[in-house]
C-alpha cells in the first residue's frame, strides 16, 4: 500500500513538471514547488511555511518531509483536488498526508499551519479503524492553525435553521459526517467543538500530549 502511495505521488510530480515550468525549492523539512518563477513570492510563500511548521511542531510536533504545491492557476489545484469548486470557499487540501496543495486563495500562515497539521497526523493512531475520525483531524487542524472562519455557535445557528437536534450533535461526534451531509462549512465548527472538550477535559496543557492521551485511551 505503501509503495502505490508513493508512485502516486511520483506521477503527480513528473506530470507537473511536463506540463508547466515550476520553481523547486528543497527545504530540510519538505520539498516546495510553486507555480510561479518570481523569486520574491517563492521566499515569501517558504516563510510562511517555515513558520506554519514552527507553530504546528511548538504545539504538536515536528511533522514528516512533505511536499508543497503552491498553485496560481485553477487547473494545477484541480490536479490534486478534482471536485474544486471556487465558491465552496476551499483553499487548501492534503493528500495521503503526504502532499500539501494550496490554490491562491489558501497562501497564507493560518492555511498552512492546517494542512500541515494534517501531514503532523499522519502517525496518530486514534481509532481502531485504518484512519483516524475526521472530525478529530479537522478539529486540529483549525485549533492548531488559530482559523477562526469556523466556530460552534455559527454551527448553533445553522442547526436551528436546518432542524438539527443540537444536544444530539454535541454529545456525539461520530454524528459529524452528517454534519457534512447538511453543511460542510460550519461543520468544521463543531469539529473544533469536539476536539475543543477533550482538551478540556485533559489535565494536561500541550494540544499534542492531550491528544495523544485521548487517543490511547480509544484504542
Known amino acids: ?17 511536463f506540463i508547466s515550468i515550476f ?5 530540510g523539512d519538505y520539498t516546495a514547488i ?7 513570492e517563492l521566499n515569501l510563500i517558504l516563510e510562511m511555511t517555515n513558520n506554519s511548521i514552527a507553530n504546528v511542531s511548538s504545539k504538536l510536533w515536528p511533522p514528516e518531509k512533505f511536499y508543497l504545491v503552491a498553485c496560481e492557476s485553477d487547473w494545477c489545484y484541480r490536479l ?24 491562491k486563495k489558501g497562501l497564507n500562515e493560518i492555511i498552512i499551519s ?16 485504518p484512519r483516524n475520525p475526521i472530525w478529530l483531524e479537522e478539529g486540529l487542524a483549525v485549533i492548531v492553525s488559530g482559523d477562526d472562519r ?18 444530539y450533535i454535541k454529545n456525539n461526534p461520530n454524528s459529524w459526517q452528517e454534519i457534512t451531509l447538511i453543511n460542510p462549512v460550519v461543520s468544521y ?15 494536561e496543557k500541550n494540544i499534542g500530549k492531550a491528544i495523544v492521551q485521548y487517543c490511547k485511551s480509544q484504542t
Open 23 to 27: 520553481s523547486i525549492k528543497i527545504e
Open 189 to 203: 465548527g463543531a469539529a473544533e467543538h469536539y476536539v475543543r472538550s477533550i482538551l478540556e477535559r485533559s489535565q
Open 80 to 103: 490534486f483536488s478534482p471536485f474544486f469548486d471556487k465558491e465552496n470557499g476551499e483553499k487548501g487540501s492534503t493528500i495521503f498526508h503526504k502532499i500539501i496543495a494550496l490554490n
Open 114 to 129: 492546517h494542512e500541515i497539521t494534517h501531514v503532523a497526523t499522519k502517525n496518530l493512531k486514534c481509532a481502531k479503524e
Open 150 to 167: 469556523f466556530s460552534f455557535a455559527d454551527f448553533y445557528s445553522a442547526s436551528q435553521v436546518l432542524g438539527i437536534d443540537i444536544d
Open 1 to 17: 500500500m505503501r509503495s502505490v502511495k508513493y508512485a502516486a505521488i511520483l506521477l503527480i510530480l513528473v506530470f507537473l513538471a
Open 34 to 40: 510553486i507555480q510561479n518563477n518570481n523569486k520574491q
